[in-house]
């Protein structure tokens, strides 16, 4: 679906790398987030992740405070899948060569795998990922800047 | 019943009421049937999704999707979620899928 759009612009579209937060919220919530998201599945962006978030997605979809069905959790996964590209998770290599740059160690898969992917951005809700990597940006911010990017094309 | 390639330039019914043959471009593109359009509220421009299904391939609007999205959203409104709550049940899942991959890394 992205690539009319792709070739319509004449310009590679950014590859944001999304959080799983982000995900969620824009599955479940009308909002920036689920802009985002739609962005991406015209082509306006590519949305990239990786098998970890997609399980994290899942997990919290999971929960029981949602009170989803798991024809619902289907119908909503199915939703990402094809708004989103997934990539190979990074190895336990990869994720030990970074494990004192974060001190809250449960982020350091979205870190990693953002660097080894070598997204433009890191669309995310987490304040120490917002403060040490230049690239990560909130949802919002992220909206202006493809916003400014298309009215410049 | 015999069809030609000419014939095939718009889309024809066949068999049944449900069934329509059609000739795909040198682009890869193929035009759907005008009742279908209507039927699936297709405009210009509309996306539409291809979903694989074995040797099958489906088409339906994405705009379905949306659909399916909003009824859910309503759902979710009902049961008082906020933001900040679903913020707090990802953390939780996060920091349960990290304890596993944290032993791998030892």
Same mark, same amino acid.
């Given at each position: 679906?992205?690539?009319?759009?792709?070739?319509?612009?004449?310009?590679?579209?950014?590859?944001?790398?999304?959080?799983?937060?982000?995900?969620v919220?824009?599955?479940?919530?009308?909002?920036?987030?689920?802009?985002?998201?739609?962005?991406?599945?015209?082509?306006?962006?590519?949305?990239?992740?990786?098998?970890?978030?997609?399980?994290?997605?899942?997990?919290?979809?999971?929960?029981?405070?949602?009170?989803?069905?798991?024809?619902?959790?289907?119908?909503?996964?199915?939703?990402?899948?094809?708004?989103?590209?997934?990539y190979?998770?990074?190895?336990?290599d990869?994720?030990?060569?970074?494990?004192?740059?974060?001190?809250?160690?449960?982020?350091?898969h979205?870190?990693?795998?953002?660097?080894?992917?070598?997204?433009?951005?890191l669309?995310?809700?987490?304040?120490?990922?917002?403060?040490?990597?230049?690239?990560?940006?909130?949802?919002?911010?992220?909206?202006?800047?493809?916003?400014l990017?298309?009215?410049?094309? | 019943?015999?069809?030609s390639?000419?014939?095939?330039?718009?889309?024809?019914?066949? /068999?049944?009421? =449900? +069934?329509?043959?059609?000739?795909?471009?040198?682009?890869?593109? @193929? %035009?759907?049937?005008? $009742?279908l *359009?209507?039927?699936?509220?297709?405009?210009?421009?509309s996306?539409?999704?291809?979903d694989?299904?074995?040797?099958?391939?489906?088409?339906?609007?994405?705009?379905?999707? /949306?659909?399916? =999205? +909003?009824?859910?959203?309503?759902?979710?409104?009902?049961?008082? @979620? %906020?933001?900040?709550? $679903?913020? *707090?049940?990802?953390?939780?899942?996060?920091?349960?899928?990290?304890?596993?991959?944290?032993?791998?890394?030892?």
């Open positions: 679906m992205s690539s009319e759009n792709e070739q319509d612009s004449g310009k590679t579209p950014l590859r944001i790398f999304v959080d799983a937060n982000t995900f919220s824009g599955l479940l919530f009308e909002g920036n987030e689920a802009t985002l998201i739609r962005l991406g599945a015209v082509g306006l962006c590519r949305l990239a992740t990786t098998p970890y978030v997609l399980d994290e997605v899942t997990g919290a979809l999971s929960a029981a405070e949602f009170q989803l069905s798991d024809d619902e959790i289907s119908v909503l996964l199915s939703y990402v899948n094809r708004c989103v590209r997934v190979e998770n990074p190895s336990a990869e994720l030990r060569e970074d494990l004192t740059r974060l001190n809250d160690k449960k982020d350091l979205v870190l990693v795998a953002f660097k080894k992917l070598e997204c433009d951005m669309v995310t809700g987490d304040k120490e990922l917002l403060r040490k990597v230049p690239d990560a940006k909130r949802t919002k911010q992220a909206l202006e800047i493809l916003l990017r298309s009215a410049h094309e | 019943m015999a069809i390639k000419k014939s095939l330039d718009r889309p024809l019914r066949v /068999e049944s009421d =449900l +069934s329509y043959v059609s000739k795909v471009t040198s682009a890869g593109q @193929l %035009t759907i049937p005008k $009742v *359009r209507k039927k699936l509220a297709l405009r210009e421009s996306l539409v999704v291809l694989e299904v074995g040797d099958v391939v489906v088409l339906r609007p994405f705009e379905a999707d /949306e659909r399916s =999205l +909003s009824i859910l959203r309503r759902k979710l409104k009902k049961t008082g @979620l %906020t933001r900040d709550r $679903v913020n *707090r049940i990802v953390e939780r899942e996060r920091a349960r899928l990290w304890k596993d991959t944290a032993k791998d890394l030892r």
